[in-house]
């Protein structure tokens, strides 16, 4: 049974940094695609940021690009996102989700994706 647990979330101030973590068990992380979704209150979920099994290519929707980074930790099983520069528009609850499917071309199509996590919350405000 796949299982996907998100970490890291928090209140952070504006231009502060964070770091999720998405642990996963029964699947091997490096052997699917792996994504960071956010969904803010009153808003569509949508995606952030992709991370390829096939070559470790990397995937940003526009408004986080230059500011996030995804990563893979194989030993750990793990995969990672580093956010800095936080705006309050970062603020949202975050999933990590995998799929099997190319992420080329519809990388934040979720009925591609097969597993999600429970989330977690980043606020960011004073």
């Known amino acids: 049974q796949v299982q996907l647990v998100e970490s890291g979330g928090g209140l952070v101030q504006p231009g502060g940094s964070l770091r999720l973590s998405c642990a996963a068990s029964?699947?091997?992380?490096?052997?699917?695609?792996v994504a960071w979704f956010r969904q803010a209150p009153g808003k569509e979920r949508e995606g952030v940021s992709a991370?390829?099994?096939?070559?470790?290519?990397?995937y940003y929707n526009g408004p986080v690009k230059g500011r996030f980074l995804i990563s893979r930790d194989n030993a750990k099983n793990t995969v990672t996102l580093q956010m800095i520069s936080l705006k309050a528009e970062d603020a949202a609850v975050y999933y990590c989700?995998?799929?099997?499917?190319?992420?080329?071309?519809?990388?934040?199509?979720?009925?591609?994706?097969?597993?999600w996590g429970q989330g977690t919350q980043v606020t960011v405000g004073s």
């Open positions: 029964g699947v091997a992380l490096e052997n699917v695609n």
């Open positions: 991370i390829s099994k096939r070559d470790g290519g990397t």
């Open positions: 989700a995998t799929r099997v499917s190319d992420l080329w071309p519809t990388p934040w199509e979720e009925s591609e994706y097969d597993y």
